[in-house]
């Protein structure tokens, strides 16, 4: 994978750290609420758990964007990373329900595909300080394209306790916990990896010096809002709850669902790709948009098809869309603030991901405990698109710094 040319170390390196979460990501996601399901949980007690999962990430991520220009990013990492460790343990530890809540409240435990813990934020600031503004977009396509593309290798690894249990005649239980404990080792090596940033060597890697919000905090809290709306909807739809729809509607196992959502991360993978180039041709937003629109149709389409292949048709369709906007807004945040306000503008417009989505899992789960047919594909779909022209309307005429210079 060529790798357009960057100011620090850090950007390459952050590659690295990005693969690891999103294949722990990709598999615990999975592995979830079959784990759940098996300790005798169900699915409006899957969805709490999520839920929570989701409101102590927003939260944190919440601290840190109030927090983290006083701090080293790299400081702010390896406690995040010692958080991850914890939590795989603890997942092991303990099997009761409320303590489980609680682990899953203050860990950064993720339920969904998409990258919605407090690491997040912290790496995109870096990444933005690490290159210059005309290869921002190329950078983040490809920090993304390997998130999505290792993600889908962590969902196809879901299906490993399937395998393991018959072969190595383990218990489906001690399979499933077999699988947290990846995750916390998995933990270890960010740890090692974090350490070789170079603020963690002693050389700072901001070239400006980190403030609070100021001058930016207008359009921050006009993109965070806007966020939480398309959050709120995606909440619906975690991968956590799509696995356990799936599996009540069609009948799909853990392995089945793992190869499902395997294919769509490598055709949301490749859309990274197209997003950069897109974005040079018709601008961030316009990317943002006219991708997003015509996925969340899909979306709204899956529960009324008839058959597995028409479902899953659907699905994999939207994925080859629904992706685009990933890198274009990342992209996008980090070009309009000021450089010293972006460790503060990334944390909380990232805190829609897991706080506003947070509400959202309870409310899903119980609907997938009232009906089979897929009502929260349907409630995501059309929040999703609300945001989509809510955005237009607002931004298009908000242009990052290479596009003010194109129209020159």
Request: net charge positive; charged share 10%.
């Amino acid at each position: 994978m060529w790798l357009p040319p960057a100011r620090s170390p850090d950007a390459s390196l952050l590659l690295r750290t990005r693969g690891l979460r999103a294949f722990a990501d990709g598999f615990i996601s999975l592995v979830l609420p079959f784990y759940l399901t098996e300790l005798g949980y169900d699915a409006f007690e899957v969805g709490l758990i999520a839920t929570a999962t989701l409101l102590g990430s927003g939260l944190l991520t919440l601290l840190t964007g109030l927090h983290a220009w006083r701090f080293r990013v790299s400081r702010l990492l390896a406690a995040a990373t010692w958080a991850m460790i914890a939590t795989g343990v603890l997942f092991v530890a303990t099997t009761a329900f409320w303590p489980l809540v609680l682990v899953a409240l203050v860990g950064p435990l993720n339920p969904s595909n998409g990258d919605v813990s407090v690491f997040s934020p912290l790496e995109q600031t870096v990444m933005a300080h690490a290159v210059a503004d005309t290869h921002r977009t190329s950078w983040f396509a490809r920090y993304n394209l390997v998130g999505s593309l290792v993600g889908a290798l962590g969902a196809l690894a879901a299906g490993l306790p399937s395998l393991l249990s018959p072969a190595f005649g383990l218990p489906t239980l001690a399979a499933l916990q077999a699988m947290f404990v990846l995750y916390a080792l998995i933990g270890v090596a960010l740890l090692v990896l974090y350490r070789g940033l170079a603020g963690a060597r002693g050389r700072a890697h901001e070239p400006v010096v980190a403030t609070p919000l100021g001058a930016s905090r207008g359009i921050v809290y006009r993109l965070a809002a806007l966020f939480s709306l398309d959050a709120f909807g995606g909440g619906f739809i975690v991968q956590s709850l799509l696995a356990l729809w799936l599996h009540q509607r069609f009948g799909l196992s853990e392995a089945e669902t793992g190869v499902l959502f395997f294919v769509s991360g490598l055709l949301a993978a490749g859309s990274f790709l197209v997003a950069a180039p897109l974005a040079r041709r018709i601008g961030l937003v316009n990317t943002m948009v006219f991708t997003h629109l015509p996925s969340n149709l899909l979306l709204i389409a899956v529960p009324f098809m008839p058959t597995t292949s028409l479902a899953v048709a659907c699905l994999l369709a939207r994925s080859a869309l629904s992706s685009m906007d990933v890198p274009t807004r990342t992209s996008y945040v980090m070009a309009v603030v000021a450089p010293g306000e972006r460790a503060s503008a990334a944390a909380i417009t990232s805190v829609p991901r897991s706080l506003a989505s947070a509400m959202s899992p309870a409310l899903s789960g119980w609907m997938l405990g009232l009906s089979a047919f897929g009502w929260p594909l349907v409630v995501a779909g059309g929040l999703k698109t609300l945001y989509d022209i809510l955005l237009l309307v607002m931004f298009q005429r908000v242009k990052p710094p290479e596009e003010r210079e194109k129209e020159r």
